[in-house]
C-alpha cells in the first residue's frame, strides 16, 4: 500500500540496464519496472523520484530527468545515476569538473572486474562507511538523495502550505 505518505523515491531493480550485466554477458530476463512505478506512483498524486542507472535512461522520461555523479558532490567515484522527478523540480549541481583523486568504479556483484579495490575504499569512495560489499554495489551515494530530498521537502512544504488545514 502507497496510501498516506507526503512524497516517494523509488528504485526499481535496475540489473537489466546495469553496465554490470552486459559487462558480465549474463542474459538473464530482467523485469523492466520504471513504466509500472511510475504509473503506481502518479496514482497517489504525490511528487515522487525514480532513480536508476545510466543504461536506464531512455526509459526515464526526458523532460523530468536529471543526472548526478559523484564529482558533483566532490566524492571520489563517478556513480552516475539518473533521477525522474515529479511534481517539483531540482537543479543540477555544478562542479567537480576536474578529477583531482583517484576514482574507485563499484558495479556489479561485488565489483569483481576491479579486484584491487577494497569495499572499504569503495564505501569511502560513495561516503557509505556503514555497508559491506554487496550492499555498495547496489546503493547509490547518500548525497544524491540528500540533494535531492531537500528540493523534494520543499516541494511537500509548498503543498501543504496550499492546502486548507483539517477541522
Excluded at 523509488?10 to 504509473?39: E, G, Y
Excluded at 561485488?110 to 554495489?137: F, H, N, S, Y
Amino acid at each position: 500500500p502507497l496510501e498516506g505518505f507526503d512524497a516517494y523515491h523509488a528504485s526499481p531493480p535496475c540489473q537489466a540496464m546495469s553496465v554490470a550485466q552486459n559487462f558480465w554477458n549474463a542474459k538473464k530476463d530482467h523485469p523492466l519496472l520504471i513504466a509500472p512505478t511510475r504509473d503506481r506512483l502518479i496514482k497517489t498524486g504525490s511528487p515522487f523520484v525514480i532513480e536508476n542507472v545510466s543504461g536506464a535512461k531512455g526509459y526515464l522520461l526526458a523532460d523530468k530527468r536529471i543526472k548526478l555523479t559523484g564529482k558533483m558532490f566532490g566524492l571520489k567515484t563517478i556513480r552516475l545515476r539518473y533521477f525522474e522527478l515529479h511534481g517539483f523540480y531540482c537543479l543540477t549541481p555544478k562542479g567537480g569538473e576536474k578529477v583531482t583523486d583517484v576514482y574507485s568504479w563499484v558495479f556489479g556483484h561485488g565489483a569483481q572486474c576491479v579486484p584491487q579495490q577494497q569495499p572499504q575504499r569503495w564505501a569511502e569512495a560513495m561516503g557509505i562507511e556503514w555497508m559491506d560489499k554487496t550492499e555498495l554495489t547496489q546503493a547509490i551515494p547518500p548525497a544524491y538523495t540528500e540533494y535531492i530530498g531537500k528540493y523534494l521537502m520543499e516541494a511537500i512544504k509548498r503543498i501543504q502550505n496550499t492546502q486548507p488545514a483539517l477541522r
